[in-house]
Nanobody, 127 residues
Framework: QVQLVESGGGLVQAGGSLRLSCAASGRTFSTYAMGWFRQAPGKEREFVGH????????YYADSVKGRFTMSRNNFENTVYLQMNSLKPEDTAVYYCAVTPRYCSGSGCYAVSLYDYWGQGTQVTVSS
């Protein structure tokens, strides 16, 4: 079992920044990658990006590339999602999730790939 707790969401104006955190505990040694997803009202859960736990390699969806950056602190088992130049369309509940399975690039998009999920944190971007 892996437990995930997100934090850092909130309300921000368009063009602003937020940093989300995802703290992992439990059997984290089995984690291959951590992904970030988001879900807006009435829409399906959408892949944002992922980071490979062992080497920090990241991959982002086109919608956030150049604006969002993921990083990790292995000592604290925490992954961060720095979100800059936020847009109203970034408004959603953001979730972190982990998978023990190998994946690469767009192969990490699938929600079904991830075994454990956090409770989500709301991000609201006003125009």
């Amino acid at each position: 079992q892996v437990q995930l707790v997100e934090s850092g969401g909130g309300l921000v104006q368009a063009g602003g920044s937020l940093r989300l955190s995802c703290a992992a505990s439990g059997r984290t040694f089995s984690t291959y990658a951590m992904g970030w997803f988001r879900q807006a009202p009435g829409k399906e859960r959408e892949f944002v990006g992922h980071i490979i736990w062992s080497n920090g390699i990241t991959y982002y969806a086109d919608s956030v590339k150049g604006r969002f950056t993921m990083s990790r602190n292995n000592f604290e088992n925490t992954v961060y999602l720095q979100m800059n130049s936020l847009k109203p369309e970034d408004t959603a509940v953001y979730y972190c999730a982990v998978t023990p399975r190998y994946c690469s690039g767009s192969g990490c998009y699938a929600v079904s790939l991830y075994d454990y999920w956090g409770q989500g944190t709301q991000v609201t971007v006003s125009s």
